[in-house]
């Protein structure tokens, strides 16, 4: 009931931060160019300051070798389940700027503002290093394969300009990306950045930066409600086989292959199976219509997958609570 309560209180936050910002925008507090001002700010500034600083403050190179097999569980889920995603663009013929959001669906979950509290209340504290194992495998996944296929779906480029002839190395390699790859290092160096008394200055800019994420990731896509309209709001095919990808096959690739490791010799901790099932569960990332936004994708159908799974991850919830309890 607790983990119920705490998955609810959540989604009620993130639903108000949008409506905040749908309100806003009917207000006319915002122009024209405020939208494309928050995407640059989120992807140029906050977002590697966020990985960075969480990948520091949460993890250690220690707590990553002991706790590999999580690694090789969630990037088997992640690599099959990025194959059926582009099978199904393929089946379904989804159309140029909604196909880099219909995989991030799929695969990729919001783990950070839902997941964690949700797994703390599920779990306990004892669960957290099992949940930090998926954070890794999301956010590796989210800034490599899944921003370039985001940006690889820009519809203007495939409708035959010039710029489609041109490769651009930064979308290879997004600020987020570098943020992970910079973090990795002092990992792998054993820079102890976020113990060292004197950078604290450095570690709280980095937090506060960082903490821009989700409100204004939540705020923005309550400007493009607004725009839209609730009329956007709708399960037409591209969003319910969307919707079912993320919360249907992703969980069960990933209970498929720990059953098939647990058949085949390699079992892992209950607790630790059950996390990676409930943070494969969690709705779309917060941040697709900004990735849609600078993709020249379709925001309003990024907006409106991950509202929708937003919303339905409250009756997802108790679903997924009592199928991860017969493990």
Request: hydrophobic share 55%.
């Amino acid at each position: 009931m607790t983990a119920l309560f705490t998955s609810v209180q959540s989604i009620l936050t993130i639903v108000l931060i949008i409506a905040l910002g749908y309100l806003l925008q009917k207000q006319g507090w915002f122009d024209d160019a405020f939208g494309g001002t928050i995407s640059t700010l989120l992807m140029k500034v906050a977002l590697p300051a966020s990985i960075f600083i969480s990948v520091l403050e949460r993890l250690t190179l220690k707590k990553l070798v002991s706790l590999s097999s999580g690694l090789v569980y969630g990037f088997g889920a992640v690599i099959l389940g990025y194959l059926i995603a582009l099978i199904c663009v393929k089946l379904f013929k989804v159309r140029p700027g909604r196909r880099g959001t219909f995989i991030n669906m799929f695969v990729n979950a919001n783990t950070i503002f839902i997941g964690l509290p949700l797994n703390l209340a599920l779990f306990g504290d004892q669960a957290t290093p099992y949940f930090l194992m998926y954070y890794v495998v999301n956010t590796v996944s989210t800034w490599t394969l899944g921003a370039f296929l985001m940006s690889w779906d820009d519809p203007t480029k495939l409708a035959g300009s010039s710029e489609k002839k041109a490769f651009n190395w930064k979308k290879l390699l997004p600020a987020p990306l570098l943020g992970f790859l910079v973090a990795l290092v002092f990992l792998l160096l054993n820079i102890p950045f976020v113990h060292v008394q004197w950078l604290g200055f450095a570690v709280n800019t980095l937090d506060y930066v960082g903490s821009l994420v989700t409100p204004l990731s939540l705020i923005y896509i309550g400007i493009i409600l607004a725009k839209a309209g609730f009329g956007a709001i709708k399960f037409d095919r591209d969003t319910v086989i969307a919707l079912l990808g993320r919360f249907v096959l992703a969980p069960a690739l990933i209970t498929v292959l720990i059953m098939f490791g647990m058949h085949a010799g390699f079992s892992i901790p209950t607790t630790e199976a059950q996390t990676l099932i409930v943070q494969a569960s969690a709705p779309g990332l917060a941040v697709l219509p900004i990735l849609a936004n600078q993709g020249h994708g379709d925001v309003e159908y990024a907006t409106n997958v991950v509202t929708l799974s937003t919303v339905l991850f409250a009756i997802v919830v108790p679903i997924i609570m009592l199928l991860v309890q017969g493990l």
